[in-house]
């Protein structure tokens, strides 16, 4: 159980266009979900916190126009990378909270 | 944000060792958790520590939850070469909900 999914496994795509990544709990219902940020050789760095209905909170520093989330129902969350520029490559994870957190197998993210 | 300190940042082992690996936080934590990442794949949950002073074992891991709350131990017996990979520790301070603060992770090398 506690099964979490991501699509796209990876995605390449030119500057300037926008990226859509979905993160979706398969055996669970989420109320909250997170999405972090991973560079490589480093940590997960927590981006926003998700919750079904309401409004994402987005860590500090992290631009909430540039990276839209969107938490609709209890078992998907998308995060939307606007206007995407290289320095947004990066390996994007996601997360749903059952007793605790599990995580999605991550999103590649390579921005040309 | 804050990132928790883990130590030591790599190791090189023979198949069959013991490893210890540890982390600490200037912050308190009500519940310490241990994932380990393999490359291009999200966090995979090892063990969970609800309460100060615990120990619990999953198969050949041990980890502990110190007592001042601030830092925590994994220990992985008889290491064999799947044991490869990143360790995380990730300290929270309230519930699942509740967002996790990543350590800085341990790689582990094992050698046959």
């Known amino acids: 159980g506690a099964v979490v999914s991501q699509h796209p496994s990876w995605v390449i795509c030119k500057s300037g266009t926008s990226v859509k990544i979905e993160c979706r709990s398969l055996d669970f219902q989420a109320t909250t979900m997170f999405w972090y940020r991973q560079f490589p050789k480093q940590s997960l760095m927590l981006m926003a916190t998700?919750?079904?209905?309401?409004?994402?909170?987005?860590e500090q520093g992290v631009e909430k126009d540039k990276f839209l989330i969107n938490h609709a129902s209890l078992t998907l969350s998308t995060l939307t990378v606007t206007s995407a520029h290289p320095e947004d490559s990066s390996f994007y994870i996601c997360?749903?909270?059952?007793?605790?957190?599990?995580f999605g197998p991550g999103t590649r993210l390579t921005v040309l | 944000g804050q990132q928790l300190n883990q130590s030591p940042q790599s190791m090189f082992i023979q198949e069959g060792e013991d490893v210890s690996m540890n982390c600490t936080s200037s912050s308190i934590f009500n519940t310490w958790l241990w994932y380990k990442q393999d490359p291009g794949e999200g966090p995979v949950l090892l063990i969970a520590?609800?309460?100060?002073?615990e120990l619990t074992s999953n198969g050949r891991l041990t980890a502990q939850f110190g007592i001042t709350r601030k830092d925590s131990f994994l220990n992985i017996s008889a290491s064999i070469p799947s044991d490869v990979g990143i360790y995380f520790c990730a300290g929270q301070l309230g519930g699942g909900g509740n967002k996790l603060t990543f350590g800085t992770g341990t790689q582990l090398k094992v050698e046959l």
């Open positions: 997360s749903a909270r059952w007793d605790t957190q599990y």
């Open positions: 520590l609800y309460k100060a002073g």
């Open positions: 998700s919750n079904e209905g309401s409004k994402a909170t987005y």
